[in-house]
DNA sequence: AGAGGCGATGTTATACTATATCAACCCCGA
DNA sequence: TCGGGGTTGATATAGTATAACATCGCCTCT
């Protein structure tokens, strides 16, 4: 799958399908889409970048949302631990899926430059599923981060 | 290449590598390999296991060869830098490189109960260098981690 | 209506991970 | 001998994450 993230693209687009995608997801499986969440999911779905859980927490604070830590914790948990955003271990934060709703391995293109976070899809887990195949280990949650330059951080340097 | 870690090994091989390996190459580029990294690489290399920089300097400080944080991270980063040792992203933990000497992209499988770390190395980095290309990225560094359970764990549960 | 359970939130405190900064030291070469 | 680069010592602080417990709202069962 092409990643999605560099390339200008309609982004309100991805806005609307992100928090739609979670409302649905939540309306079947009885899950709350409480008021903080759908906020930290919107604050993620912002731009295509990784947000620190304090970058986070700092706008919910403004905005009368919360004002501790584990507010953030919280719902980044919950959006985690659903599919609708993804922690980028590189950086200690996190991001907005870009592809809601399908079930994927995602891998994650990061510029080092202008923290814009690129999710591709699927393709880069398969020969990791075979390394650990062979090794008879089974894998439970993958962590594929690149980290370098972004087209058009690359164009500019 | 097959992963090592997880199959039974004449691991003084490893550690005597290990060794080895980062003393020749200080020597052959002039770098220091001073009784604390040395140390601290001989710690990692003990075990197949990934060791948070706190853990690490328990020991070192058990054994007079520093007390502070810096000391540790220092060490590290110094064994991470050239290639010694790695950092594992998804534990804030560090490992012994299992290809010293051998010019690699590393990919670890991380065993979520006994904290086992495999290391693979080059192949699942293929695929994610695909992706990359087609979206005009340039990877500087990869991160590769699989989490899940190792031959052993998996089968005594 | 009242009791109880459950999940979410509020709040405090604390644990864990990592770095900035500056002083002291050591080795080596000018 | 003097200086410079790199390493280490030491203090302080920044940044990331969770434990623990009180409270609240909501639904359910009696
Ligand atoms: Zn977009
Ligand atoms: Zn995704
Ligand atoms: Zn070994
Ligand atoms: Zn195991």
């Known amino acids: 799958m092409h990643p999605i993230g560099f390339e200008s693209h309609d982004h309100r ?3 609307a399908e992100g ?7 939540c309306a079947e499986e009885g899950l709350q889409f409480t008021p903080v969440r759908r906020r930290v999911l919107e ?7 990784a947000m620190g859980a304090y970058d986070i927490l700092e706008v ?15 719902a980044l948990d919950f ?13 200690n934060a996190f991001t907005a899926c870009a592809y809601p709703g ?5 891998a994650f293109l990061i510029c080092r430059l202008c923290r814009t976070v690129a999710e591709a899809s699927a393709a880069p887990r398969a020969q990791l599923d075979k390394a ?12 594929i981060e690149a980290e370098g330059l972004c087209p058009d951080c690359r164009n500019a340097a």
Do not use: N, T
């Not at 919910?60 to 919280?74: F, I, K, T, W």
């Not at 985690?80 to 922690?87: D, E, I, N, Q, T």
């Open 132 to 143: 650990a195949a062979e090794a008879g280990f089974l894998i439970e949650r993958a962590v």
């Open 43 to 49: 604050i993620l779905l912002e731009q295509h970048r």
């Open 79 to 91: 959006l985690v631990s659903h599919g609708f955003a993804h922690r980028i271990e590189r950086l």
């Open 13 to 15: 687009h991805c806005i």
């Open 19 to 25: 928090v739609s995608a979670a409302e649905a997801r």
């Open 102 to 106: 399908a079930d994927h391995a995602p």
């Open 60 to 74: 919910l604070r403004a905005e009368g949302l919360g004002s501790q830590p584990p507010v953030a914790y919280r």
